[in-house]
């Protein structure tokens, strides 16, 4: 799962990308609306953490623009302003959920985990696929309630699969929702996290889709 | 303006009233110019009328006067009769006389017996005129007023005339008396006085009703102004708006001016008030931040930086809140509609609680439902009870707008656990969390608390037919 951070003050940019790094999750940040639009009109986010009040195009501004040219990957708002009418603008604007400054980091993962799990069409905190089951509360797979030892890379390709279930999620996808815009990326490494999982894994739960990607499904 | 308005809109006495100051200065003018007038018209015409008077008699005289002549016996006899018919019927009110002067030395017993009245008008019939003792010098004539024979006052006029008798050569001296009634003289002057003063008067009350006229039109223009004011007031207009006499709209304008500078600047305290919220939230949300992580050492300290930001938002953000409200309630003139309102906060509940998978209904209101005041500050209080009611609802929020007696009543209903009677006081009161299970500040209630009292309106906290809690927002109504 990859996030995009919006927040022109930088300490509170680094605990935040702190934070969601140790949740899981790929991170990239953006400290003004020019580079935050440029950043979420271009890279396929699971999700967008927005500050409204930014230099140079304000936030309200940046996701209308997303939202006209048809970018719809959930966006949470996060601001000190906490007026109701400011909320109502916001979710005019497209925005998906509202958190105000100061915030409880745990609110933040949650609130960030219902509105990807919701983008994804699920209902549950708990995503399951045949025996297997993933907590994103926790981070935590489990395969028939024993618990996997994943390393981080291991589980952003696992939770983007279960995410994705039955759904044929090609390399450069992966690639895409696992790594960091800055990151050294090499598609070759998604072959070997995939290899890593299988080891791990029941057999036969993901499978290679020849030519076109990966699959996680059930097993019939 | 008759009856000046206090701050609370409660009629009081006029204390000097531009209507009275007008109009008395124009009737003290109309009356004073109207006997002035008069006076002077029918004094006027009596000194008219008198010196015709006199001179109709002193005519008679000239015709006595030169119709006298001497008779054998040496007798004064007239050679012409008198012209004017009314001097030969008895009583007609005008009269003449010839007297022989007393003391003149005359021989004939008989004439000196005859002096007073030797010759008279046949109107005269048999009365003579008693005349007082004057014995006018050549060439003067005389004044009196006598009484007549019938009682009536009389104005005379007399003259002495010597005529030199032919049998003796002496010259023998008359006295030529003419004499009328003066209601001859008064009675015209009283007619005419009677129709002049009808007349004046007739035009002294169209003058005051047209004085009267000219100032209720004159100040129609500021009971206008006065109606515009109070639409500004009530929340149904924003500024002052009609034509008004050039006289009036410089007023106008800078009132306008007023009202649009006073919106500016409470813009302006919003704009710098959300400012300073943001100013001051993020630093602290880093350190926040910062004493949450699980690398912190000092776990005292940490906790310490918790409470105390904890502390530090709440405060931010009652204050800012009363800050803003405060500003807000005092711009007249504002009105927002609810419904969109209404609309907006659904939307944004519904997206911001969609996890809950709640049922939130908003009952149509009535498009022309307005509240009197900031479409924020009913944002606000509407959307802080709207969150409560949906973090505490188990499947179903419904919101309805009615007005009543001349109020605007939100009523937001929830099917949750609901709230004790004695708790519900404690939550508005203290903005204190009733459980602390539900993530809030806790501080919502309070703060619309705060916002309903600046309105002068109340919120209502009672059973809810849907088995949790009913909160109604009482507030001014636009009309």
């Known amino acids: ?220 | 303006m008759t009856a000046a308005v206090t701050r609370d809109g409660v009629s009081a006495l006029p204390r000097g009233s531009l209507r009275l100051r007008l109009l008395s200065g124009t009737l003290v003018w109309i009356a004073a110019s109207i006997v002035v007038a008069g006076w002077g018209l029918s004094n006027l015409f009596h000194r008219h009328v008198e010196a015709q008077f006199y001179t109709e008699l002193q005519t008679h005289l000239d015709q006595l006067t030169a119709n006298l002549t001497l008779d054998a016996r040496g007798l004064p006899v007239l050679a012409l009769p008198l012209s004017d018919p009314r001097l030969s019927r008895p009583y007609s009110g005008r009269y003449w006389q010839i007297d022989r002067i007393e003391n003149d030395n005359y021989e004939d017993s008989r004439a000196a017996a005859a002096g007073i009245g030797l010759l008279r008008s046949r109107s005269l019939w048999d009365q003579v005129l008693t005349v007082p003792a004057d014995t006018p010098a050549d060439g003067e004539l005389h004044r009196h007023r006598i009484t007549g024979p019938e009682g009536g006052k009389l104005g005379m006029i007399e003259r002495s005339v010597r005529i030199d008798d032919d049998a003796d050569g002496k010259p023998r001296t008359f006295r030529l008396i003419a004499a009328a009634d003066e209601r001859q003289m008064s009675e015209p002057v009283s007619r005419f006085s009677g129709a002049l003063w009808l007349a004046l008067g007739a035009l002294g009350a169209g003058l005051v009703i047209a004085a009267m006229v000219q100032v209720f039109v004159g100040l129609a223009p500021l009971q206008k102004l006065r109606a515009a004011l109070g639409k500004v007031r009530s929340g149904e207009m924003q500024r002052l708006e009609g034509e008004f006499p050039a006289e009036i709209m410089p007023l106008v304008a800078e009132f306008n001016t007023v009202l649009a500078q006073n919106a500016e600047v409470v813009e302006r305290a919003r704009t710098q008030a959300g400012n300073l919220a943001h100013a001051l939230k993020t630093p602290l949300s880093v350190l926040f931040n910062a004493a949450q992580s699980p690398d912190t050492h000092d776990r005292e300290l940490s906790g310490l930086v918790i409470d105390q930001v904890g502390i530090a938002r709440r405060q931010v953000d009652y204050h800012l809140a009363r800050a803003q409200a405060a500003a807000s309630a005092r711009i007249p003139g504002t009105r927002t509609p609810v419904s969109p309102i209404i609309e907006g906060l659904a939307r944004t509940m519904r997206r911001i609680h969609a996890d809950r998978q709640l049922v939130l209904t908003a009952m149509p209101a009535s498009t022309s439902l307005s509240f009197r005041g900031e479409a924020q500050d009913l944002q606000e209080m509407l959307g802080n009870l709207l969150d409560n009611a949906c973090k505490w609802a188990s499947h179903r929020v419904e919101i309805s707008t009615c007005s009543k007696d001349d109020q605007l009543r939100i009523v937001v209903d929830d099917d949750g656990a609901g709230l004790a009677v004695k708790q519900r006081d404690a939550v508005i009161r203290r903005g204190a969390r009733a459980d602390e299970e539900v993530p809030g500040s806790g501080l919502g209630l309070a703060i619309v608390d705060d916002l309903v009292r600046l309105y002068g309106g109340q919120i209502v906290l009672a059973d809810s037919p849907l088995g949790g809690l009913r909160s109604v927002l009482v507030l001014p109504l636009a009309r």
């Open chain 1, 1 to 220: 799962m990859r996030i995009l951070i919006v927040e022109d003050e930088p300490t509170l940019q680094a605990q935040l990308a702190d934070g969601l790094g140790a949740a899981g999750y790929a991170v990239d940040a953006a400290g003004n609306g020019v580079d935050a639009h440029y950043l979420g009109d271009t890279e396929p986010y699971d999700a967008v953490i927005l500050d409204l009040g930014l230099p140079q195009m304000d936030g309200i501004t940046v996701l209308k623009k997303w939202r006209s040219a048809g970018r719809t990957m959930p966006v949470l708002i996060l601001t000190a302003r906490d007026g109701w009418h400011e909320k109502v603008a916001g979710i005019d604007a497209g925005a998906d959920d509202y958190l105000t400054k100061p915030f409880h980091m745990e609110e933040l993962l949650a609130r960030l985990r219902a509105l990807i799990r919701r983008a994804g069409g699920h209902a549950s905190a708990e995503l399951i696929c045949g025996p297997l089951t993933l907590d994103t509360r926790n981070n935590r797979a489990t395969v028939d309630g024993q618990a996997l030892t994943l390393t981080s890379h291991e589980y952003r390709v696992l939770a983007y699969l279960m995410h994705h279930r039955d759904e044929v999620v090609s390399r450069s996808d992966l690639v895409e929702h696992i790594y960091a815009q800055d990151f050294d990326r090499d598609s070759n490494t998604v072959e070997v996290f995939i290899a890593r999982l299988r080891k791990k894994l029941p057999p036969r739960l993901i499978e290679t889709v020849r030519g076109l990607g990966y699959r996680l499904s059930a097993p019939q």
